[in-house]
């Protein structure tokens, strides 16, 4: 049965190494560096989904106690996952890990100017999303000259359930069903938002994205 492991900080080096790399152009990877340092200071998250020892997908996500939110910064299926539904998976898993506060994704948008070819494959990313219950908030934002639509889950601020502190990361809840056959492969970065999220918000998180991402002993 697979499960949500979180990478240790060799896990995760290895993870950039030969997959996040691979999966994403270098305008979109934030160097490791900022990851660990991130990831040291408490507020984000690396997780690797696990078949026994076998990885089929890794997510990445920055967390804001302030603003009970979780940003997916990364989601990837890797190959040897692709096509049986793991993105489905993997995304059904962080739902129920966060179910303390409010998910929060950005997805490329359709855009006027863009090859048909990649709108409908950001339309099919988008459906990705609402299939899993993420609704569109009413705005968009554009970020290193690619705009993205701007996704909630759940509908309702989970934030406030009681006995749980803003921004916590509740125990795991009992599997839901996975529809097969999935078609995303989520290999696209992620960016942020929040349920109603505050201008001022988008000033916490970093932005770092270099192709300089050389990491000695890697």
């Known amino acids: 049965m697979a499960e949500l492991r979180l990478l240790t900080a060799r896990q995760l080096r290895q993870v950039y190494r030969e997959r996040v790399r691979s999966d994403f152009p270098p305008s979109e990877r934030r160097p490791l560096a900022s990851m660990e340092h991130l990831r040291a200071a408490g507020v984000y998250d690396t997780w690797g989904m696990y078949e026994g020892e076998e990885l089929l997908a890794y997510a990445f996500l920055w967390r804001s106690e302030a603003?009970?939110?979780?940003?997916?910064?990364?989601?990837?299926?890797c190959r040897e996952g692709r096509g049986r539904g793991t993105g489905t998976l993997a995304l059904s898993l962080l739902q129920a890990r966060y179910g303390g506060c409010s998910?929060?994704?950005?997805?490329?948008?359709?855009?006027?100017?863009?090859?048909?070819?990649?709108?409908?494959?950001r339309a099919r990313r988008l459906s990705f999303y609402e299939r899993?219950?993420?609704?569109?908030?009413?705005?968009?934002?554009?970020?290193?000259?690619?705009?993205?639509?701007?996704?909630?889950?759940?509908?309702?601020?989970?934030a406030a359930a009681p006995g749980r502190p803003p921004g916590s990361v509740s125990e795991p809840a009992p599997e839901p069903a996975v529809p097969a056959g999935d078609p995303h492969s989520g290999r696209r970065a992620l960016r942020r938002s929040r349920l109603f999220p505050p201008p001022d918000m988008y000033l916490t998180i970093p932005q770092e994205r270099t192709d300089s991402d050389e990491y000695p002993g890697l």
């Open 67 to 77: 603003y009970g939110v979780a940003l997916l910064d990364y989601l990837a299926v």
């Open 103 to 121: 998910l929060l994704v950005e997805a490329e948008a359709q855009e006027e100017g863009v090859p048909p070819e990649e709108n409908a494959l």
């Open 132 to 158: 899993s219950g993420f609704r569109r908030l009413d705005y968009q934002t554009r970020i290193f000259g690619v705009q993205y639509a701007m996704l909630v889950w759940p509908e309702e601020d989970a």
